[in-house]
């Protein structure tokens, strides 16, 4: 199955800013072109986060700086951006990222985890289990997890074994499915509509 293919290579600097200084700016356009010949384009000057994958799962998933799905982060942050609110873009940013995992080098496995990853990042802000309202658990430099982010990261590790457990896909429609099915499993009645 062909995956898509990416545009060019993202040219970006990192943003020097009061916190923890994660932020980076994308010098030139930048985009994807996904199976169904979509293309999911980041504008110049968009500005790019990893905030789609919850930092608690970085040590789990990956940070969103490093490895083949780095360039899939870019147009999904952006995807992400522009979704806003709407859970139906935000589910198509979500899919376009595993078809832009793999087409910049990912396994179907490590697809599978990022991908997860973005869909437990579309369920955080719903999930009073996940949230911390405490500003110092968002800093660098601790020696200590929140509860929230553990319980974040059991509940992830169990969805995958869920999903994985069905055998490993390249097919995202299948993907998609079994990630519902492990998520109303693993959440029960605090499932988000995501």
Known sequence: MSHGHFAGTPRTEWLNEHG??????????????????????????????????????????????????RRASIVHDVACQEAGSDKAKR?????????????????????TIQYLGVRVGAAWPFTNEWLVDDASTRLNGRITRHASEVRMEADFQRIAE?????????????????????YAVVMGDRFPDI
């Not at 110049?44 to 970085?58: F, M, N, Q, Y």
């Not at 832009?100 to 396994?107: F, K």
């Open 20 to 69: 923890g200084d994660r932020n980076m700016r994308l010098l030139e356009r930048f985009s994807f072109r996904d199976p169904a010949n979509k293309d999911w384009h980041a504008k110049a000057d968009a500005i790019i986060d990893g905030a789609s994958i919850p930092r608690p799962l970085w040590t789990l998933v990956g940070s969103p700086f490093t490895g083949d799905y």
């Open 162 to 182: 869920l999903v994985l457990s069905g055998g490993e896909t390249d097919d995202p429609d299948v993907l998609e499915r079994r990630t519902d099915s492990a």
């Open 91 to 111: 589910r198509a940013a979500d899919r376009m990222y595993f078809h832009a995992c793999r087409a910049g080098g990912c396994s179907a496995w490590e697809a």
